[in-house]
């Protein structure tokens, strides 16, 4: 019988290659379970409201009266919604051209774009022009649509820290590309080494590879660790030195944990070097409305900003975008507003900075609960998560262990995740989904269960791990790193 365009033998080669951990075997077999009437705790995906998180009050209620704008008309509005969210649903709705059912400018809202350009030009000190501004259907797209314009074909390399965020290692084989990994330096807490950076793109062109552009995420996902500023320039002299693009992945700008490293951006500190550098680095920036204390996943807004790429660059990248006509108009809605939230003597102000507040301050709890609650266990290291929304701890595994994965046909990290979810309920990403260094295995989970449940989490771990390490372990002792 003859093969359809549709029978998996037939499908795009590209596509049966991609793979996206954090959706994987881990998460697939931890729905089966919830299925099956097991309480499953999903710390497989950087998802706050799935966990818990409550929305903050003002940009919903915004969002609600654009989404519902004859309540504009009821006289008892105000009695129901305060002023200030009156006032910013119908300027949101003044920006549209026929409110959040008609399409906008395939860049997304001019207005809206001003405000992500004021926002920039606040947190950085440098102007940005809103025409190099393009609001997306979250981060990711971005960041798919700009690896579609730079990907030609698989001759074309893209350096992408390793551990990574399969985002990137997924699109880059979607579009028929090639990853090209530098790896970050466990024991020197994730740092990135630029004399690392030189052998991988050396050795990549030693095979034929011409590397076009390097992948930064700033504060790290999965690692957790936030960029300084000295290593920042080390980044930008390099890529102008080897003609790469660079790419800012900066989407956990506000998930800082720590006071000594503060997050800085890529494009502040490229302005900071001056001239040649500052015109000659061609850059783009992301962020999104799912991260932060907004934790907005669902509803896909984000932004990226381009720094000295060629207005007929621009222009292309503007004619891809047009293919899909329009981003989701609401999610432009909320990035107008996480970019230009409630001011000092604004109604809505207190109860906003409240709200927010409260949930970094709690995340900051979490992230050193689940550090030093890793860090107690056998067997396991873990580094501090000094910003993001995860943690990435060591598991050093057993001869036995190892080989009881292989007889099992896993890999050694999945065989260990796979028994934590099955003893646990606890659903969490093997490291091996993000890459890591050979003969090491990490699992990656988020610091994002509500902060009263996450001692019995972590009591919960340090159960099964004592337990696996018992079964396997025959006195195997750990060196710490």
Request: aromatic share 10%.
């Amino acid at each position: 019988m003859s093969l359809k365009a549709l029978d998996y033998e037939t499908l795009n080669e590209n596509v049966k290659n991609c793979q996206y951990a954090v959706r994987g075997e881990l998460y697939l077999r931890a729905s089966e379970l919830q299925k099956e009437g097991k309480k499953i705790i999903f710390t497989n995906v950087g998802n706050p409201h799935a966990l818990g998180q409550k929305p903050l009050t003002f940009p919903r209620q915004v969002v609600a009266l654009c989404q519902a704008p004859f309540l504009l008309d009821n006289p008892n509005v105000g009695m129901i919604f305060p002023a200030d969210a009156i006032a910013r649903a119908k300027h949101y709705l003044s920006l549209t051209s026929g409110g959040l059912g008609a399409y906008s400018d395939s860049r997304g809202l001019p207005g809206v774009r001003k405000e992500v350009a004021e926002f920039i030009q606040r947190r950085d000190g440098y102007p940005s022009d809103p025409e190099l501004i393009f609001l997306t259907d979250g981060a990711s797209k971005g960041v798919m649509q700009i690896l579609n314009c730079i990907i030609r074909d698989q001759k074309d390399g893209i350096l992408v820290p390793v551990p990574q965020y399969p985002l990137y290692s997924a699109t880059i084989s979607l579009l028929g590309g090639t990853l090209v990994p530098y790896y970050l330096e466990e024991t020197d807490n994730w740092g990135l080494d630029v004399n690392n950076l030189r052998q991988s793109v050396a050795q990549a062109r030693s095979q034929g590879i011409t590397v076009r552009a390097m992948v930064i995420i700033n504060p790290g996902n999965p690692t957790g660790q936030c960029l300084s500023e000295a290593n920042l320039r080390e980044i930008l002299k390099f890529c102008c030195d080897e003609r790469l693009v660079l790419l800012g992945d900066e989407v956990y700008q506000q998930n800082i944990y720590q006071d000594e490293r503060p997050f800085i951006s890529s494009k502040k500190v490229l302005m900071d070097m001056g001239e040649p550098l500052s015109k000659e680095v061609q850059l783009i920036s992301f962020h999104t409305v799912s991260k932060g204390y907004w934790g907005e996943c669902g509803q896909r807004g984000g932004y990226f900003e381009m720094t000295n790429i060629p207005p007929r660059t621009v222009e292309e990248i503007y004619k891809v975008a047009s293919i899909a006509l329009s981003p989701n108009v609401s999610a432009q809605i909320f990035m107008g507003l996480m970019v230009s939230p409630p001011k000092p003597g604004d109604i809505s102000y207190d109860q906003f900075v409240r709200e927010s507040k409260g949930i970094l301050e709690s995340l900051r709890r979490r992230a050193r609960i689940m550090t030093d609650g890793f860090n107690s266990c056998k067997n396991v290291v873990c580094n501090f998560t000094e910003g993001a929304m995860y943690s990435f701890p060591q598991i050093k595994l057993p001869p036995k262990a190892i080989q009881a994965a292989k007889q099992a046909g896993k890999v050694p990290d999945v065989f260990y995740c796979l028994k934590l979810l099955e003893a646990t309920g606890i659903s969490t990403v093997p490291g091996s989904g993000f890459g890591q260094k050979e003969g090491v295995f990490h699992l990656r989970t988020t610091i994002l269960p509500a902060e009263e449940e996450m001692p019995e989490i972590m009591e919960s771990f340090k159960k099964f791990n004592d337990e696996f390490m018992s079964q396997y372990g025959d006195n195997f002792g750990y060196s710490r790193m």
